[in-house]
T-cell receptor, first 115, second 116 residues
């Protein structure tokens, strides 16, 4: 049962253009969402997060949008840079009860930004 | 803040052998997590510690797996009688519980296990 899904295994974008990575979730208890970036041979690095009380959060070139009714979130990177090339993971957490901050991850999307 | 440290970075072992990995979380982080990642998949939760107490274990954690965090600081993950299916990247993460129960996890660079 894949509770967090990233349906696009890969995405290729030209430098300077917008990258849009998508993520869907099924568990209605999830109320905290994060994006992580991962380079080969390194652990995932936290990028940006959003709480379910918001529908948008911005941090520099990175913006995360949350559509709770559709159980969908997206990460926008503008402008994209070659250094953004990495695997991007969407993750979700149910912050109430006994979740202990445990994250459930999607399968990842490989982003390639071409110069 | 020196980050989450994991040792070793790589481990190659023969099937049937026991292996142990170590994780040093960010100092003063009271929450520690172990995850496993296989090729083409996202990290999967294995177990969670709050201080020295192991509060949750995934059903992925078979009886051959055991984790400890004896003094609430570093943690070890042991796999007994390794199988080829145990080959994966084992990731450790830590976080600090703030006023709100949402805080990003900070991951180490993982231990890559290969069972031959």
């Amino acid at each position: 049962d894949q509770q967090v899904k990233q349906n696009s295994p890969s995405l290729s974008v030209q430098e300077g253009r917008i990258s849009i990575l998508n993520c869907d979730y099924t568990n209605s208890m999830f109320d905290y969402f994060l994006w992580y970036k991962k380079y080969p041979a390194e652990g995932p690095t936290f990028l940006i997060s959003i709480s379910s009380i918001k529908d948008k959060n911005e941090d520099g070139r990175f913006t995360v949008f949350l559509n709770k009714s559709a159980k969908h979130l997206s990460l926008h990177i503008v402008p994209s840079q070659p250094g953004d090339s990495a695997v991007y993971f969407c993750a979700a957490s149910a912050t109430g009860g006994t979740s202990y901050g445990k994250l459930t991850f999607g399968q990842g999307t490989i982003l390639t930004v071409h110069p | 803040d020196t980050g989450v440290s994991q040792d070793p970075r790589h481990k190659i072992t023969k099937r049937g052998q026991n292996v142990t990995f170590r994780c040093d979380p960010i100092s003063e982080h009271n929450r520690l997590y172990w995850y496993r990642q296989t090729l083409g998949q996202g990290p999967e939760f294995l177990t969670y510690f709050q201080n020295e107490a192991q509060l949750e274990k995934s059903r992925l954690l078979s009886d051959r797996f055991s984790a400890e965090r004896p003094k609430g600081s570093f943690s070890t993950l042991e796999i007994q009688r390794t199988e080829q299916g145990d080959s994966a990247m084992y990731l450790c993460a830590s976080s600090s519980r703030g006023a709100a129960n949402n805080s990003p996890l900070h991951f180490g660079n993982g231990t890559r296990l290969t069972v031959t």
